[in-house]
């Protein structure tokens, strides 16, 4: 199983994730030109996604939805008007040779929700676009091969921004999104002796970096104990690819 996550921020999140013969694309929130391009960095096609997957209907994560086939869609009920494969949390469903598995999340939009997929032996957990972890979905994920985590902002830059006060008090909230801190103690919970890599995404380009997003996870591995150097720790970002896992030899 490998991943690409193609763009991870406010601007337009999208991300594929291969095993076998099977493409799976989580969200569509940047143009079709854009996908094209990423895909082809990985020689893939549109023509080659197997299904596509959405957490939830920001625009941000639905811009670009009007390119792909509603056969190929799958979300919960009420987030996409030409949906025709409606999901549900913790009802495990498969697209070709991916296991799929709705998580619970906490955010401000209609039935939002995360993703565990499988292919093989190997687990992948995707979990953005969310004020807490919730801790229903530990005994689904626990102990994945890859995390794929939000870590949106730090709490000290975001409140220094010239966002209004509304803005800042949904971010901070329990719809809204992770800081780094919070962030780290999910992580802290969910990895195990099978996890290799851990991707910090969707973090906000005015009130983070990576190198306090880092930093955070750093001390919060630390203080609970846990060698963060026996994991591949990166953070996504918005304008760049990000390629993790293994391609499958057979």
């Known amino acids: 199983m490998y991943f690409d996550i193609m763009a991870s921020g406010s601007k337009g999140n999208a ?3 291969i095993y076998k013969n099977t493409v799976i694309l989580i969200d569509m929130g940047i143009s079709f030109e854009l996908l094209e391009t990423r895909l082809k960095e990985i020689n893939l096609s549109v023509n080659d996604i197997t ?19 509603p056969k190929k869609m799958y ?5 996409l008007s ?10 495990t469903f498969k697209i070709g040779d991916i296991e799929i598995t709705p998580l619970m999340v906490s955010h401000d939009s209609i039935n939002p929700c995360g993703y565990l997929l499988k292919g093989g032996e190997e687990t992948l ?21 890859y995390l794929i985590l939000e870590s949106n902002h730090d709490i000290k830059m975001l409140l220094a921004t010239k966002r209004t006060y509304e803005l800042k008090t949904r ?25 290799k890599e851990i991707v910090l995404a969707h973090l906000s380009e005015e009130a983070n970096t990576p190198e306090l997003a880092l930093t955070a996870y750093l001390k919060i591995f630390k203080h609970f104990g846990i060698d963060i150097n026996k994991y ?5 970002n918005q304008w760049n690819s990000l390629i993790g896992g293994h391609k499958d030899e057979d």
Do not use: M, W
């Open 15 to 17: 991300s594929v994730v």
């Open 125 to 145: 957990v995707y979990i953005t676009d969310t004020g807490y972890f919730c801790e229903e979905n530990l005994p689904y994920i626990k102990n994945p091969t």
């Open 232 to 236: 591949n720790v990166r953070c996504a």
């Open 75 to 79: 979300a919960l009920e009420g987030n």
């Open 82 to 91: 030409s949906l025709t494969n409606k999901i549900n949390i913790f009802e």
């Open 51 to 69: 299904g596509a997957i959405f957490t939830h209907n920001h625009s941000d994560h639905i811009r670009g939805v009007k390119f792909l086939s």
């Open 171 to 195: 971010i901070l909230s329990d719809v809204g999104h992770l800081c780094n801190e919070d962030s780290a103690i999910a992580a802290c919970q969910i990895v195990g002796d099978n996890t």
